[in-house]
């Protein structure tokens, strides 16, 4: 699903800046406005502006650079988780070491204390160990504590990062949807605009054909005042030249 978005996302945006350069035009149809008014239909039509769209997309881009730059902090993260558990794995082995050492010890002093014949000097020597190992578990443990509020830590952190990959998602498919919304609705809006161009062209074809009836019934008129008008024209004629009358 994720990569399916990623692959969305770069895609959406590629399509609205090809669709600015263009000067707004997809496919040399000429642009329309937002809310655009749809004669044959019952409503106006609503469509996001090409800024809009082209804005969504941004959103969908940075959404998925939050989502990498998340993805990047979820690998450190969990880098660091790994140290800290190798950390606390070593810092376990050097205390079971030191746990050994100090019964290791304890067993050399209860052998000391038991064998009178042994000398004084092992049995200071003995429980000089003993001190040393005792200081080397404090310590140890010590380090195992730290290692271990580290790597609690680290898995707050991870589940920090956990979340904010899964917001990323969300918003990246919110700004893919919006995106798929808004080219929807702009197809839409040109699938109207052609019906009332198909509606206009029509129109136009039907108010040319009246006209060329007019334009004949207007010829018959005429045809027919010709008759009438010839009777009149030889009368004025014979009224202007009344002595040709009499000479014939």
């Not at 496919?27 to 406005?33: Q, Y």
């Not at 003995?126 to 290692?147: G, L, N, P, R």
């Not at 809006?189 to 004949?216: V, Y």
């Amino acid at each position: 699903m994720l990569r399916s978005v990623l692959w969305v996302l770069p895609a959406l945006l590629l399509a609205s800046t090809a669709d600015v350069h263009a000067g707004g035009r997809r496919g040399c149809a000429p642009c329309v406005p937002a809310g655009a008014f749809n004669p044959c239909g019952s409503s106006y039509g609503r469509m996001l502006s090409y800024s809009e769209a082209l804005q969504r997309a941004e959103q969908a881009n940075v959404a998925e650079a939050a989502l990498w730059e998340t993805k990047g902090q979820l690998t450190s993260t969990e880098q660091k988780l790994s140290d800290a558990e190798k950390a606390m794995a070593a810092l376990q082995e050097q205390l079971a070491a030191a746990k050994k050492e100090a019964a290791d010890a304890i067993a050399q002093r209860d052998a000391a204390m038991k064998d009178a014949e042994q000398s004084k000097s092992q049995a200071q020597v003995a429980v000089a160990a003993q001190k040393k190992a005792d200081a080397q578990a404090v310590e140890s443990k010590k380090q195992a504590d730290a290692a271990k509020a580290a790597a609690e830590k680290a898995e707050a952190e991870k589940k920090v990062a956990v979340d904010a990959q899964v917001k990323a998602v969300a918003d990246a498919k919110a700004a893919q949807d919006a995106a798929e919304k808004a080219r929807k609705e702009k197809d839409d809006a040109e699938k109207k605009l052609k019906s009332s161009q198909d509606e206009a062209t029509a129109s136009k074809s039907a108010s040319d054909d009246l006209k060329k009836q007019l334009e004949a019934m207007k010829k018959e008129l005429d045809a027919a005042k010709k008759p009438t008008e010839t009777p009149k024209a030889e009368e004025k004629q014979a009224a202007e030249n009344p002595v040709e009358e009499k000479k014939s």
